[in-house]
């Protein structure tokens, strides 16, 4: 309860220090203060003490991996406003807003994280969704950014009416909005699993998983690159939190087909990710792609739904997430976003290009990388299941074909010759990113650094 | 036949045939018309349903403000037939069967569903719908969802002022 209320309140003092304050360099201090304070307190509560005593039964219940994934992304959140704070000063002349908007989506993460009830569902998915419609626009100026901002809300908006005509249905079928199978005589009546596959179908679409993905591309591309930032990292993994509470507490009201369904969209997802970043010229285009075929990858946790693939779930949101957070942080101060751009920065700056150099390694998922025990515990939790083993062997195919677009940035970065040309950087800027590449080589060699809080 | 059924077979025959004239009719300003015809059908099923209170809501808000601003918004740009881009007749295609395998699918499970069958709607009995029930099914049951979601219009209103304003 603490993140819901708390992140609200400091959406609101955002928008007055918008008022009362006009030097725009100081919302990012404001908004990483209150940040700090939002993590302190859910950290708080996950241990047990929360501010506020409110009776939720029947809609929120808290539990530690709600909380800790809370916590991922609120730190995330964290380094992205420390890292990229100029950035998003740039992005548009709403600075403020811009901040208060981010802790909206906050609330709207504590809410997916912890619901019991679908009407939650939808609350926290549309505070989810709205802010990020209008952050993507936030450039005014920038055609292709409203062109993203305009085709984003109609999909959104037209996903958001998938998920309330499932609800409607599940409704139908059970009489009731909690997270429980409700089975007569061991038959899965026709209702909840139609009710069930379109709200599967709404948040494959929210978390950009193919068939549903089209939107995905565009969108990452037109936004400004601080926006695209946060909303491939932060609000994507809390997708998937949304999903797996979902899964977990509604898989048998789908049928028996449930198994083949989600390794169909997992096959999918991988292959149309992975398969066209390989030809992509831009990097942060080239991104977009990968956020797709990541995804890929955490869906494997909706597969499997056991402990393994609730740890890795929580693993792969903090790799995926730091790594994709400084890459961007990097990228929004570049000129040329293409290939190109990256052509001989390890000259101009090698400790930037070392620490982009590990982010991508993690991305890839190369061992002393985070990224690679959360592929690992993805895929072992998935063997763990017994069923569907090809669908390892094809994530570990499709893993080696990510390696070499991640490798092309690499070898363009080290092996070419190039001006690059980037925006100033401070040497805040420069430390901050080491602590993230640090963080990442630790969970990298000792995961449970992370996943030790699920049990304390 | 009682009156109440033929009240329900004329509701449902206005409401089907004006939500398909939506769809069909080439100027905008006359979909609109027609959305409205489907909301006023809707409600005099909530009425049939003795929900008088979302009746009146659903006539207030829905088919008097938000099909207003419709209206206003459609004649400002001025939206015609002619203006109207010429859509590929291959989308036009896939369009139909992707959205009448949906129909079919949802027809076929609905009619099947074990929920559904020799089911009677509670038509002038019960009364969930009237305003002194849904206010306290409002305030005390789900008060926690309808709290939470004032965080969703604030987000949606300091949208709407950020999208607004000028620069």
Excluded at chain 1, 314 to 326: C, K, N, Q, V
Excluded at chain 2, 11 to 24: D, F, G, K, W
Excluded at chain 2, 27 to 48: D, E, K, M, Q
Aim: proline share 2%; aromatic share 12%; glycine share 8%.
């Amino acid at each position: 309860m603490n993140t819901i209320i708390l992140s609200a309140i400091f959406g609101v003092v955002m928008m007055f220090s918008g008022i009362f304050i006009h030097n725009r360099s100081a919302y990012k201090n404001i908004s990483s203060a209150a940040l700090l304070l939002l993590l302190v307190f859910n950290i708080f509560e996950s241990q047990g003490s929360s501010l506020f005593n409110i009776n939720t039964t029947n809609f929120l219940h808290f539990n530690k991996f709600g909380l800790l994934f809370n916590s991922i992304c609120i730190f995330s959140t964290l380094i992205y406003v420390m890292l990229s704070g100029r950035e998003i000063e740039k992005a548009g002349n709403n600075t403020a807003e811009a901040h208060a908007l981010i802790f909206f989506v906050l609330c709207g993460i504590g809410i997916v994280t912890s619901y019991t009830n679908l009407l939650m569902l939808f609350i926290g998915i549309e505070i989810l969704s709205i802010p990020l419609y209008i952050l993507t626009g936030s450039d005014k100026k920038n055609l292709k950014g409203n062109e993203a901002a305009l085709k984003y809300f109609l999909m959104g908006s037209f996903s958001t009416g998938i998920m309330l005509m499932g609800i409607a249905m599940l409704y139908g079928s059970g009489g009731t909005f909690m997270l429980e199978n409700v089975v007569k005589n061991g038959i899965v009546s026709y209702l909840s699993a139609l009710g069930m596959v379109l709200i599967f179908i709404a948040l494959c679409f929210k978390v950009s998983a193919a068939p549903f993905h089209f939107w995905t591309p565009d969108v990452y591309d037109g936004a400004p690159a601080v926006i695209t930032s946060f909303m491939a990292t932060v609000v994507k993994v809390a997708g998937f939190a949304a999903f797996i509470r979902l899964i977990e507490g509604r898989l048998g009201s789908m049928g028996s087909q449930t198994d083949r369904l989600i390794a169909i969209v997992i096959i999918l997802t991988l292959a149309f990710g992975n398969l066209t970043a390989v030809f992509q010229q831009s990097v942060k285009r080239m991104l977009a792609y990968s956020s797709i075929a990541q995804a890929g990858f955490m869906l494997f946790s909706l597969f499997a739904v056991n402990d393994a693939a609730k740890e890795g779930l929580l693993l792969y949101a903090a790799a995926y997430s730091l790594a994709t957070i400084g890459i961007f942080a990097v990228l929004a101060k570049m000129d040329d976003m293409t290939l190109e751009g990256f052509n001989g920065l390890s000259k101009s700056q090698p400790l930037i290009a070392a620490l982009l150099a590990i982010f991508l390694l993690s991305l890839a998922g190369i061992p002393l990388t985070a990224g690679f025990f959360a592929k690992f515990y993805m895929l072992s939790a998935v063997v763990k299941t017994g069923k569907y083993l090809g669908l390892v062997i094809i994530g570990v195919l499709f893993a080696a074909v990510s390696a070499y677009y991640y490798f092309k940035v690499i070898q363009a970065m080290y092996f070419k010759d190039g001006n690059v040309v980037l925006a100033p950087v401070t040497a805040r800027f420069k430390y901050l990113l080491l602590f993230v590449a640090a963080l990442i080589v630790v969970l990298g060699v000792y995961p449970n650094a992370l996943l030790s809080f699920l049990y304390f | 036949m009682s009156t109440t059924e033929i009240l329900f077979w004329f509701l449902s025959a206005l409401a089907l045939v004006s939500a398909t004239m939506v769809l069909i009719s080439k100027n905008p300003v006359h979909s609109i018309l027609w959305l409205i015809i489907v909301f006023f059908a809707i409600s005099g099923h909530y009425v049939l349903l003795n929900a008088q209170f979302l009746a009146i809501v659903n006539l207030i808000v829905y088919a008097g403000a938000i099909m207003v601003l419709f209206l206003f918004v459609v004649m400002l740009m001025n939206l015609n037939s002619d203006s109207e881009p010429q859509k590929n007749s291959r989308f036009k295609v896939a369009g139909t069967i992707a959205g009448g395998c949906l129909m079919l699918i949802m027809i076929d499970v609905i009619r099947d569903a074990g929920e559904v069958q020799n089911a009677k709607a509670l038509v002038k009995v019960g009364n969930i719908g009237l305003i002194k029930n849904l206010g306290m099914a409002l305030f005390k049951d789900y008060v926690i969802p309808f709290e939470i979601s004032s965080v969703l219009f604030l987000s949606a209103m300091v949208g709407a002022v950020v999208i607004g304003k000028k620069d």
